[in-house]
């Protein structure tokens, strides 16, 4: 999903205030991790997620590789926390203003 710069802004306010809920750890993106990303992400829409690894290139891997398997926007990346958006589309949460 595209969203705009407006978007991402209200997006990061909502955020701001969130705690990491999925921690990703030495085993990487593993079966369990996707499931429970999957049904966090469907019920939140907005999370945060820790992402342990040592190196930053690794990090961004494992973020980028979540995005795409999880059909989830990067929104943000703060040291090794990011914040995912992925709107549901059966009963929105998150209503975004006017691009």
């Known amino acids: 999903m595209k ?3 407006a978007h991402k802004k209200f997006l990061r306010g909502r955020g ?3 705690k990491p809920v999925i ?4 085993a990487g993106l593993s079966e369990a991790l996707l499931k429970e990303f999957e049904s966090t992400i469907r019920h939140h829409e ?6 342990r ?3 930053r290139s690794e990090r961004d891997k494992l ?4 995005c795409v398997r ?3 926007s990067l929104i943000s990346r703060i ?8 709107p549901n589309t059966e009963k929105p949460r998150i209503i975004l203003p006017p691009a």
């Open 70 to 72: 999880g059909s989830a």
């Open 16 to 18: 701001h205030s969130l």
């Open 46 to 51: 907005l999370i945060k997620v820790r992402v």
């Open 79 to 86: 040291g090794n926390v990011a914040l995912l958006y992925r």
């Open 23 to 26: 921690t990703v750890g030495d």
């Open 3 to 5: 969203l705009s710069e």
């Open 53 to 55: 690894a040592p190196q």
């Open 63 to 66: 973020i980028d590789d979540l």
